[in-house]
Nanobody, 125 residues
Framework: VQLQASGGGLVQAGGSLRLSCTVS????????MAWFRQAPGKERQFVGV?????????AYADSVKGRFTISGDTAKKTVYLQLTNLKFEDTSVYYC??????????????????WGQGTLVTVSS
């Protein structure tokens, strides 16, 4: 299983970006796809998750709720993280992660099995 994250870059505060995570090698079944972020010197932080093949339900960290949106395209095997109204404190390396599940998700990064390589988002103030 491989996850390839892309779309990061430099953006001014208040701006927007769309990150993509393309997946290959998944076997049949239901998967959750999550986004995490990690700033220098800080722990990896849960951003949001989508129940990709199980109805598309999403959940978000309070810090990004209303500003970030996760969506998925199963035909393209790609999950997106739309970032809007970006703030300086959103500057981080963003990672996508996945795990096969029956139902539910966790915000603990150690629960996830598959990880992308990360894409850097830098927000200038």
């Amino acid at each position: 299983v491989q996850l390839q994250a892309s779309g990061g870059g430099l953006v001014q505060a208040g701006g927007s970006l769309r990150l993509s995570c393309t997946v290959s090698g998944l076997s049949s079944g239901n998967y959750v796809m999550a986004w995490f972020r990690q700033a220098p010197g800080k722990e990896r932080q849960f951003v949001g998750v989508i129940d990709w093949y199980g109805g598309g339900n999403t959940a978000y960290a309070d810090s990004v709720k209303g500003r970030f949106t996760i969506s998925g395209d199963t035909a393209k095997k790609t999950v997106y993280l739309q970032l809007t109204n970006l703030k300086f404190e959103d500057t981080s390396v963003y990672y996508c992660a996945s795990r096969r599940v029956n139902r539910g998700y966790k915000t603990d990064p150690t629960w996830y099995v598959y990880w992308g390589q990360g894409t850097l988002v830098t927000v200038s103030s």
